[in-house]
């Protein structure tokens, strides 16, 4: 199987991520695309891995390791936006700038 | 030399304890201070008495040696006939002047400070005295500076008193510059700090010698307030009387002639430094007695008279004649410290300064009129006063180097001396009639009652009396004083031996009553006014030349302004360069701060531009 394939998946997959992180304002719509980029992360480790012919299949086991912390990551992530959403009633991240630098 | 060490330890001792414990133990000032200089003056008595009963006397020590990088100095001390004179001088008058002070400063709140000071001042003129190490002796010299700056000062909540202090603290500063950088040729020179060394060495080059001495007059010129650097005795005189009795007239700034005469020898070496020497004495000479024909205040007539007297002394030496001038150092140390404790009287029992407010106050106080007409005697030079001779040992050394020269001094010099210093007779004889006539005589002016002093202050006033009148003779004989203050050589006491002209002591008499009689014309007229309001040189007398003025537009005035450009510059732009720094930083800052506006995905783009700005500029580059 060609490299190719995979590979434009991955790439494709993480631009619609990073589109999804930088322009949607839904807090769960943005860790949706974390997700996203994510999993192209583990297609680009899957692919390479078989590639490479890897005797020790390191590709696939980083892959497991990253599901795994994917999933943890958006548990919290979920529970924090949980949170907020009971707080403030909106979930929107053009809506949380409490942060900022307020003008000297 | 257990003498030497008394004389010097007793009035430190007395300063440290009167420093330390005078504000706890206030009841043990008055008899620490006076103990102190009482020791000291015992201590002198003694060596001044083995000079006169055995001369001649010569005891050298060295306490300890100092390493330095070059030539390594000593702690060396000497008394010889000449510092044991200086010494029993020194210590008389600061006797009289600490017992003075016990009445004339009753009730100050600083008067343990101030005795502390007088006692520490004693012991830095003996210091001086004794020294027999430049190092040694510049310690002494500066210690002396630092108390008159002091005591000028001590009523510091007086403009006058501290201006006064800080002018003569810079003023002698300036010539003790010039000071230090002579004791480095000698040293140079010599390869010692020895004074002994120094002058039994000799310098070498006439010209080393040259320099070395004019440096070294620099600093006389300043500590003995000699033109151009005079002008801050007259200042000094805003510190209380007594201290200008002893260092502003009597002891401190008899020191710097008292070093010349120390290192006579290498001056000698220099005749263009003694040429310079009789030049400055003639101009601070007549210079000195004129200002003081023009002063209104009593101490200012004195403290002009006082630099007109020093350069006389400085003009003995520039004529080649240190026993001249060590001799009317001790008669001018003991009845210009008279006149102004009698002086001191007169101002505390009127309680003003200005001679148009005293007047008639011969009645009233008899015992100070009386002392004070035999200082001022003495100092017009009226024989048989102690001036008429020491006066007559300098004109005579004049005449003596004009008419048949002495191998040193020019001849051109002792005529120089010589007449001005006839004229100066002339010009002291009428400011001196005119104190009497203005304070004494006439009728009461001004309004406050007096009375006369108390025994505190008449006593010292007796003591310094007897001196101003006897003190003249010892100069008389070969054997007294030319033999107590050489080191007792027959060739050199003849060499030292006062000549006193029978045609200079006649002109020189004929010319201070023609001036004291002009005076008393002048008076006579109008008793009530001042004889010389009349002059049409007043206001030049009564500003002295100008030379403050002169100062002021030339050295202040420049000094001042290019302070303020500095101020200027620094404010400018060293705290402007400092600032802006600052202040574009801060700009930058809220510049950059701009882009922080929370927002979690502007950053995040940001970050991503970042980062593939920088791929591609590492793609491009590699």
Redesign the interface.
């Known amino acids: 199987m060609p490299l190719l394939m995979p590979v434009l998946l991955a790439g494709l997959l993480f631009c619609i991520g ?1 589109y999804g ?3 949607r304002r839904n807090a769960i719509l ?1 860790l949706m695309s974390v997700e996203l980029m994510l999993n192209a992360v583990n297609i680009n480790l899957v692919a390479f891995d078989v590639w490479l012919r890897d005797e020790l299949l390191a590709g696939q086991v980083f892959t497991l390791f990253v599901i795994t912390i994917a999933a943890a990551e958006v548990g919290l992530g979920l529970a924090i936006v949980l949170l907020v959403f009971r707080n403030r009633a909106t979930s929107s ?2 809506e ?6 307020d ?2 | 030399m257990t003498a030497v060490y008394v004389a010097l330890a007793a009035p430190f001792l007395a300063a440290l304890l009167g420093l330390l414990g005078g504000r706890r133990w206030p009841g043990l000032v008055v008899p620490v201070a006076v103990g102190g200089t009482t020791a000291a003056l015992v201590a002198a008595s003694v060596l001044g008495g083995r000079v006169v009963l055995d001369a001649p006397l010569s005891l050298r020590v060295q306490l300890a040696d100092v390493p330095t990088g070059g030539p390594p100095f000593g702690i060396d001390l000497r008394a010889d006939g000449l510092a044991a004179m200086v010494s029993v001088a020194v210590c008389v008058v600061a006797l009289c002047v600490q017992v003075y002070s016990t009445a004339y400063l009753k009730g100050d709140p600083r008067y343990s400070s101030y005795a502390a000071l007088v006692s520490l001042f004693t012991a830095a003129m003996l210091l001086v005295v004794f020294a027999d190490d430049l190092m040694v002796l510049l310690v002494g010299w500066e210690v002396m500076g630092v108390c008159s700056y002091f005591l000028i000062g001590h009523h510091w909540e007086q403009e006058a008193a501290r201006a006064g202090a800080v002018k003569a603290f810079v003023v002698t500063r300036l010539g003790d510059v010039g000071f230090l950088f002579g004791i480095f040729a000698l040293v140079r020179a010599v390869g010692s700090f020895s004074i002994d060394e120094v002058v039994r060495s000799g310098v070498g080059t006439e010209r080393t010698a040259t320099v070395a001495t004019l440096l070294l007059l620099c600093g006389v010129v300043g500590k003995s307030a000699q033109f151009p650097l005079h002008t801050w005795l007259p200042d000094a005189m805003a510190g209380p009387t007594p201290i200008s009795a002893l260092i502003h007239a009597a002891t401190m700034v008899a020191a710097g002639i008292y070093l010349v005469v120390r290192l006579f020898d290498v001056f000698l070496q220099a005749p263009t430094t003694l040429a310079v020497m009789a030049v400055i004495a003639c101009i601070t000479m007549l210079g000195g007695a004129l200002a003081a024909l023009g002063q209104d205040d009593i101490k200012r007539v004195l403290a002009y008279s006082t630099v007109s007297q020093l350069a006389y002394m400085l003009a003995a030496l520039s004529v080649g004649s240190a026993v001249a001038a060590n001799f009317h150092l001790l008669t001018h140390a003991a009845f210009k410290a008279l006149l102004f404790l009698a002086a001191g009287s007169v101002i505390h029992a009127v309680g003003t300064n200005l001679m148009p407010d005293m007047g008639g106050l011969r009645r009233l106080m008899p015992v100070t009129f009386l002392t004070m007409t035999v200082g001022l005697a003495a100092l017009a030079g009226l024989p048989p006063f102690a001036g008429f001779f020491s006066k007559e040992a300098v004109l005579g050394a004049a005449e003596e180097t004009a008419r048949h020269g002495n191998g040193v001094a020019a001849a051109w010099t002792g005529w120089l001396v010589l007449v001005v210093g006839l004229i100066t007779v002339a010009v002291t004889a009428a400011y001196v009639t005119r104190l009497w006539l203005m304070t004494f005589l006439g009728d009461r002016r001004g309004a406050a009652a007096a009375h006369e002093s108390g025994p505190a202050m008449r006593w010292p006033l007796l003591a310094l009396a007897v001196p101003s009148v006897l003190l003249g003779i010892v100069g008389l004989r070969d054997g007294w004083l030319p033999r107590w203050a050489t080191r007792g050589d027959a060739g050199e006491v003849a060499q030292a031996s006062l000549h006193v002209g029978l045609a200079t002591s006649g002109v020189s008499v004929l010319l201070a009553v023609a001036g004291a009689a002009a005076m008393w014309l002048a008076w006579r007229r109008n008793p009530a006014a001042d004889p010389t309001a009349a002059l049409r040189a007043r206001p030049a007398f009564e500003r002295a030349f100008w030379v403050d003025e002169m100062y002021d537009r030339g050295v202040v005035g420049p000094v001042r302004g290019m302070a303020r450009a500095v101020l200027r510059a620094d404010d400018e732009v060293v705290t402007g360069a400092v600032r802006g720094t600052g202040r574009g930083a801060t700009g930058l800052g ?1 510049l950059v ?2 882009s ?6 502007t950053y ?2 940001g970050l ?1 531009a970042g980062v593939l700005l920088l791929a591609l500029g590492v793609v491009t580059l590699t």
Do not use: C, H, K
């Open positions: 990073v992180v930088l322009a943005v991240l053009d949380m700038t409490e942060l900022r630098e003008a000297a | 809220r701060s701009l922080q506006q929370g927002n979690v995905q995040l783009t991503l």
